[in-house]
Every structure is written in C-alpha cells, then in structure tokens.
C-alpha cells in the first residue's frame, strides 16, 4: 500500500509529504500538519501494512483510535472498518466495547489495531481470551502499550493517561509471553536500530528523562526474549526517520496471530 518513500517526511496516514513532522521525535509527538498522526500512530499502520499482503476488504476493528474522521475515511475506503471505545467518551467510536467483554460474535475479525488500551484494562488474561475469540483463526492483533520498563509491574504511583482513565498495568517484555499463553504467535515488531541495541550489535542507548527506562528495556528484553527469534525488524534506519519513528526505544507493536 506504500509508494517508495522519497521525502524526508511521509505520512503513512494522509501520504503528506514534506521536509519534516512537526514537534519532536517521540511516540506521542513528530505530529502530521496534515492529518494529526504521531508516529506511534504511524508505527502502528506501518506494523499491519508491512505484516500483511493482501489487506484490501478485511474487517479492520480498531479500539480507541486517537485520530479522527480523516483517518476513519482512508481505513474505510480500504477495510471494513469500525472503531470501538470503553464508554465512547474519551473517543468516539461506532460502538462500546469492554475488551474483557466483547460484544462481537465468535471469529469475526481479520484484524484488531490496539493502541494504548490493554494498560487501562484491569484483567489482562481476560481482555486476551476474549480478543482471541473474536478473532478469526489467523487473524491478526497489532497491539501497542506505552513500554518505559522491562518488566510489568503496578504503576507505582496512580497514573492517567490523557483521559480519566487509570493505568493499571506498566507492561514489560513478559507480554510476549501472556500472549503466548493465551494461544496466539507472536513476534515484536521493531525498527532496525532498536533492534540492533538490544541484540549488543549498536552501542546502547541512555536514559534520558523522558519517562523510558532504557536500561531496564535493554536488560530485560536479553532476560525475557529469545533476540533472534522473537523480534522484527520493520524498518531500517532510513524508513523510520521517514516515518518518524524515533527514538527508537518508542516504537514496539505485538504482531499477534490467532493460530488456530
Ligand atoms: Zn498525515
């Protein structure tokens, strides 16, 4: 679904293209003057565009998606697309949706994008049973959690997120294994610089103040993941400055599948 990247600055979503985002770069910033896309958002396309070949028709659901009515129209002129949201108040959505209680009949999802809601779920093991039920047997979950730590834990202190929301989980790399667990194969979709931090083959990255503890990432994935085997590289160093996707400790998506 990509022409080849020939700008500086892509957008994934709208297909601006210029000679920068705006703000910095960050999972939350590195904003489309266009369309509102930061590149999470865009890491999050990225991670479906690139992960599945033909896409065109599949019925796409999307929970709480931070852009609005101009990126619903482009998913709409190409999936069979709805969005859902918990209470339809921090997000608009088609319909409500509690995760650990999906009003969608058994299978009937090609596709699940969730970004940034599973940490605002409380009962995470229930939230992943269901999702996988709804899902058709090869169906795909491109999930997204802001992860600052290496391990899940507790926030230590209550935390919101833009909405009124709580936080209850601060998810580490051991997601991977709850949703191994839960009946689904996964990998971590990475950029490539990322990618090589955590493997020891590029120097590693510090701390620095932005709220992701680099360290415990670093240490934690060599502890938690098999390197080789369970993380992805989709996008070298050029393709994730076009999409802004940096710095590279940002921009992680679960490619889950439904495997039976
Ligand atoms: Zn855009």
Known sequence: MYAPFDQPAVCNVCRWRGDSFVGPFHAEMATCPVCGSVSRDRFLLHSFFTSIDQP???????????????Y?????KHFEYFASDYDLSAHEGDIQIDLQNI??????????LTPHVLEHVPDTDRALAEIRRVLKPGGHMFLQVPLQVGATRVP???????????????FGWDLTHRLRATGFAVDVLVTEEWHDVLRG????????????????????????LDLERDLVSIADRGAAHVLGALPPYHHVTWRCRRTN
């Open 56 to 70: 065109a028709g599949l019925r796409v659901w999307e929970t709480s998606p931070r852009l609005g009515d101009r």
């Open 72 to 76: 619903r129209q482009m998913m709409r």
């Open 103 to 112: 009003a969608l009949p058994d299978e009937s999802v090609d596709v699940l």
């Open 156 to 170: 230590p202190e209550p935390e919101f997120h833009a909405d009124n929301t709580p936080v209850f989980f601060n």
């Open 201 to 224: 083959a590029a120097p590693p990255i510090a701390s620095n103040g932005d709220g992701f503890d680099v360290e415990s990432l670093i240490a934690a994935a060599r502890t938690t």
